[in-house]
T-cell receptor, first 115, second 109 residues
Framework: IAGITQAPTSQILAAGRRMTLRCTQD?????MYWYRQDLGLGLRLIHYSNTAGTTGKGEVPDGYSVSRANTDDFPLTLASAVPSQTSVYFCASGPGTSASADTQYFGPGTRLTVL | GQNIDQPTEMTATEGAIVQINCTYQ??????LFWYQQHAGEAPTFLSY??LDGLEEKGRFSSFLSRSKGYSYLLLKELQMKDSASYLCAAMDSNYQLIWGAGTKLIIKP
C-alpha cells in the first residue's frame, strides 16, 4: 500500500441497507477525516479522528458513524442508507492532530449511489 | 457563519496566465490552502499560506491578505493538463478546513 486507499471504488446500494466504506493509510498519520463531495458544494466534513481511539463530529455527521481502532484504518458506516447520502466520499489523513495546520492527503474516493 | 467564495468557472488560453480569487470568512484563521482536483480524481495539495504575501512554487503562486480575507492562486504558462477544479480552503480556529465549492478551470488551445 502506498499512501491512502479506499474501498470500494463505487457502490450502488438500496435504501435502508447498511454500508461500510473502508479507508486505510500507511503514512502513520495521526489525523484522519471523512468528507462528502456533492456537485456545486464544497467538501463537507462528516467525521474526523485526531488520533487512534478518538473521533469527533464534523459539519454533517447525521446518519454516519466512524471508529478508529488503530492508526491505519478509519471506516465510515452508514447504518441505514438514504438517497440523500448519494455522494462521492473522500477519506483524508494528515500528520498531526486537530491542533495543527497540517496538509491533508486524500484517498481516491468512493462513489456511492443510494436508490 | 463561515463561508468561502470563489468563481464557479473560468476559461483561459494555453500559455496564458490566470488568477483564481477566493474570499473567506471563518471563525479564527489558521491558514489558507489551495488544492487541485482533476475530474473524477482526489484533491491534491498545491499550496498553503498563513502569512500575508506571495508564495511562489514553479508555475503556481498563491497570495494571501489576512486583513482582507482574500487569497488568489496564480497559474502561469498554462498547459492543457491544468484543466481541473481548484479548491480554496480556510482553516478555522479549531483547525478544521472550510472548503469552497471549487473553480472549474477550462484551458483552450
Amino acid at each position: 500500500i502506498a499512501g491512502i486507499t479506499q474501498a470500494p471504488t463505487s457502490q450502488i446500494l438500496a435504501a435502508g441497507r447498511r454500508m461500510t466504506l473502508r479507508c486505510t493509510q500507511d503514512m502513520r498519520h495521526n489525523a484522519m477525516y471523512w468528507y462528502r463531495q456533492d456537485l456545486g458544494l464544497g467538501l463537507r466534513l462528516i467525521h474526523y479522528s485526531n488520533t487512534a481511539g478518538t473521533t469527533g463530529k464534523g459539519e454533517v455527521p447525521d446518519g454516519y458513524s466512524v471508529s478508529r481502532a488503530n492508526t491505519d484504518d478509519f471506516p465510515l458506516t452508514l447504518a441505514s442508507a438514504v438517497p440523500s447520502q448519494t455522494s462521492v466520499y473522500f477519506c483524508a489523513s494528515g500528520p498531526g492532530t486537530s491542533a495543527s495546520a497540517d496538509t491533508q492527503y486524500f484517498g481516491p474516493g468512493t462513489r456511492l449511489t443510494v436508490l | 457563519g463561515q463561508n468561502i467564495d470563489q468563481p464557479t468557472e473560468m476559461t483561459a488560453t494555453e500559455g496564458a496566465i490566470v488568477q483564481i480569487n477566493c474570499t473567506y470568512q471563518t471563525s479564527g484563521f489558521n491558514g489558507l490552502f489551495w488544492y487541485q482536483q482533476h475530474a473524477g480524481e482526489a484533491p491534491t495539495f498545491l499550496s498553503y499560506n498563513v502569512l500575508d504575501g506571495l508564495e511562489e512554487k514553479g508555475r503556481f503562486s498563491s497570495f494571501l491578505s489576512r486583513s482582507k480575507g482574500y487569497s488568489y492562486l496564480l497559474l502561469k504558462e498554462l498547459q492543457m493538463k491544468d484543466s481541473a477544479s481548484y479548491l480554496c480552503a480556510a482553516m478555522d480556529s479549531n483547525y478544521q478546513l472550510i472548503w469552497g465549492a471549487g473553480t472549474k478551470l477550462i484551458i483552450k488551445p
